[in-house]
């Protein structure tokens, strides 16, 4: 079984899947995981992989087939941004864009509000917002309030339900 040809009907005889819980269960023996046992390990950035024969495959990858019946056309965003929460409401399938529109901002923002960050040569606040891998460039604003609105309105302009402001 190649990682590109597993089908709902193979993954569901491998595994089962609680959409309520977002956990996998195994439904066969291996020497080192027995029936019943959760399935998959927790990475360092908080995403679930699962080993299925050679190959390892993400939770919520497989949560979209298994529920679904096919893979994702892209990717699958995580609407409350917490990679380890594969409850199926909590999946939605998503462009590379749209996915990153609705992360937190980053740990280095310095201003607390994402897309807004001090200009300290001009004293003002720069707004922008990444789209399609190209920074929009939305103005420079002498309030900071004034400045997290513009990005707030413009993201929610672009990216609709997947823009995420805090």
């Given amino acids: 079984m190649s990682k590109n040809n597993l089908t709902q009907i193979e993954l569901k005889q491998l595994l089962s899947y609680d959409p309520e819980t977002g956990v996998f269960l195994r439904l066969t023996h291996h020497p080192r995981f027995p029936i019943g046992s959760i399935a998959g390990s927790k990475k360092?950035?908080?995403h679930?992989?699962?080993r299925?024969?050679?190959?390892?495959y993400k939770a919520h990858r497989l949560a979209w087939l298994y529920v679904y019946g096919e893979w994702p056309k892209d990717q699958i965003d995580h609407i409350d941004c917490d990679p380890g929460n594969n409850r199926i409401r909590n999946l939605r399938e998503a462009d590379n864009s749209q996915n990153h529109a609705n992360c937190k901002r980053q740990p280095n923002n310095t201003s607390g509000h994402k897309g807004v960050r001090l200009d300290k040569r001009r004293g003002k606040w720069h707004v922008s917002l990444k789209h399609k891998g190209k920074e929009r460039f939305l103005g420079y604003y002498d309030k900071f309030d004034v400045?997290?609105?513009a990005y707030a309105q413009a993201a929610h302009d672009?990216?609709?339900?997947?823009a995420r402001i805090e």
């Fill in 44 to 46: 360092k950035r908080g």
């Fill in 48 to 50: 679930i992989t699962i």
């Fill in 52 to 56: 299925i024969g050679y190959d390892m």
């Fill in 158 to 162: 672009t990216f609709g339900q997947y």
């Fill in 147 to 149: 400045a997290c609105s």
